[in-house]
């Protein structure tokens, strides 16, 4: 079992930054997938960027340049850096991890861009 706590949420203003952190328990940390999703408001959750366990990364077209996926595994954490923040990033983003599919899931963490 895989427990995921996300954090780094917040209220900022369009075009500003914010760095999303996920921390996982357990020792397998290295081997999983890991990767964010975000759900906005009345809409279906959608991927935002994924990290396998060896670096290699896929972003959504619309956060391709903007958003960078990252892990540390010493840490036991993964990364969401988010630059260029436009009103519609406003979601809840959601932290997951597995072997080979996501299994495991965080609770979400509230981004709200709004001037």
């Known amino acids: 079992q895989v427990q995921l706590v996300e954090s780094g949420g917040g209220l900022v203003q369009p075009v500003g930054s914010l760095r999303l952190s996920c921390a996982a328990s357990?020792?397998?940390?290295?081997?999983?997938?890991m990767a964010w999703y975000r759900q906005p408001p009345g809409k279906e959750r959608e991927l935002v960027a994924s990290i396998t366990r060896t670096g290699s990364t896929v972003y959504a077209d619309s956060q391709k340049g903007r958003f960078t996926i990252s892990r540390d595994n010493a840490k036991n954490t993964v990364y969401l850096q988010m630059n260029s923040l436009k009103p519609e990033d406003t979601a809840v983003y959601y932290c997951?991890?597995?072997?080979?599919?996501?299994?495991?899931w965080g609770q979400g963490t509230q981004v709200t861009v709004s001037s």
């Open positions: 997951a991890s597995g072997l080979n599919s996501f299994n495991y």
């Open positions: 357990g020792s397998a940390f290295a081997t999983y997938l």
